[in-house]
Every structure is written in C-alpha cells, then in structure tokens.
C-alpha cells in the first residue's frame, strides 16, 4: 500500500450479518482519508470526510488495494483531492458514500460498484417480474405460455411459475454478485458469477414446476427457465447499453 492507493476493508452492517467494503485514500504515511456515517446504526443520518489511522480505518480486517475502476490522477493529487475534503460535511449510503468518494478522488467521478450492484438487480427484478405478469396478461384465461429454447424446441410453461422463478433468479443473481465483489473480484468477474447464478436458480425453479412429467418434464422445464434468464439478460444489456449511450451523449453537450 502507498500514498494515493484506494483501500477497502469488508465491515458489517450493523445488526446484521450482511458485509459490504468500507473505501478509503491512503496517504503513505500511517493515515486513510474516508467519508463515513456520523453514527453507524443510522447510516441516513449524515456524516463527513475524516482522517483516521490505518488501524482505525481497519479496525482489525485485512486491507486491500482497489484499482477498479482505473485512476486518472497520479498517486499524489489523489492523496491531494482526499485531504482537500477533510471534515466536508456530507454523506449518503446511496448517493455520496465512501466508495463514491474515494472513486472520485482518484477518477473525478462518483460511482459506486456496491450501489450499482443492488439497483441494477433490484431494476432487473422489476423488469422481469413485470415481463412475466405481462405474459400472463397477454396469455388471457391461458394457463401455460409456449417459449422457444436455445435448443431450437418450444416448451409450454405454466405461467405461475414465471414470477417467482423471475424473483428467485435475481435474488440469486444479486447474492452471487454482491459475493463475488466482496472478495475481491473484478466488475466482470462478479457480474459472471452472479449471472450463473441466476441462471441455475431460474433453470432449476423451472424444472422441479416440471418434475411432476417425469425426467423429460423436468428437463423441458430446465431448458425454458434457461431460456427465459438468457433472454431477460440480454434485454436488460441491450436497455443498461441504450441507457449509458443517451448519458454519454448528454454529457457531451
């Protein structure tokens, strides 16, 4: 670890037994730069940048380097834009977090992974959940709803299993992912792991609603809970891609 480094250390969310990374700019000389709640146990309830010892900021965990995304400053104007901010007012789990701002400090922009984790599953549950409500929909006093599979067959699916297969897949999704970046992984490694793992989860709901038609039941029904994972994802990259392309070009001018 060195001056400028941004570092992170897995905390636990008060009263619970749910972990996220606490962020922080090293400065090089035994002191970390971090933006955190003034009380912990309300974490709504405001905060400020501060300057604390590494073992403060630590706390006992093990530290590590986050290089994700890059730094478009050197070492030294990051540890610079830190201090800056010593004992600014300010501070939101959702919009103005620590990682929003050691991120800004080494990139000049706020974003935070852990942020953009929860809200792209939480975005990609409702969108599912409403495809499959609207399917029922369309579908009328219909009971099951035909979807064609990867493997070119078309499998005839009853419709109350769509929603909750939707809501387990991306819960498992979001479990998977949130994991992946908690142990360090990169931004496409952890999307990987939680896209796998709501692919199993859809798949397997799928196949036990068709387990009671025996083997082949229950391998239709895996194939179509594939098929219905793969092909909400690639909506939801093709709305995530349109979406960053209008910001882009609104940022531009």
């Known amino acids: 670890m060195a001056r400028g480094d941004r570092l992170e250390v ?33 974490p709504f309830g405001g905060g400020h940048v501060v300057r604390t010892s590494l073992a403060e900021f630590a706390e006992g965990r093990p530290v590590r380097v986050r290089n994700e995304p890059p730094a478009e400053f050197s070492p030294e104007e990051i540890a610079a834009r830190a201090l800056a901010h010593v004992d600014r007012d300010g501070y939101d789990p959702v919009i103005d977090n620590c990682e929003h701002f050691a991120t800004w400090c080494a990139t000049g922009r706020r974003s935070s992974r852990q942020v953009d984790i929860v809200m792209g599953r939480v975005a990609a549950g409702v969108s599912r959940a409403v495809a499959a409500v609207s399917a029922r929909a369309a579908a009328g006093t219909a009971e099951r709803v035909a979807i064609r599979t990867a493997l070119g067959t078309s499998v005839r699916i009853g419709l109350k299993t769509m929603l909750p297969a939707a809501i387990v897949g991306e819960a498992a999704a979001l479990v998977a992912e949130w994991t992946a970046h908690q142990r360090g992984k990169t931004e496409q490694e952890s999307r990987k792991a939680g896209e796998a793992a709501g692919l199993a989860a859809t798949s397997l709901t799928f ?30 990259a093709a709305a995530t891609g349109a979406a960053r392309h209008v910001a882009k070009r609104i940022t531009r001018g």
């Open 10 to 42: 897995e905390q636990r969310v008060v009263g619970s037994t749910v972990t996220y990374l606490h962020h922080g700019v090293d400065l090089g000389d035994g002191t970390v730069v971090h933006a955190r709640p003034r009380e912990f146990r309300n």
């Open 207 to 236: 196949a036990v609603a068709g387990a009671p038609a025996g083997p082949t039941g229950a391998l239709a029904g895996a194939l179509a809970g594939a098929t219905m994972w793969i092909a909400g994802s690639a909506t939801a």
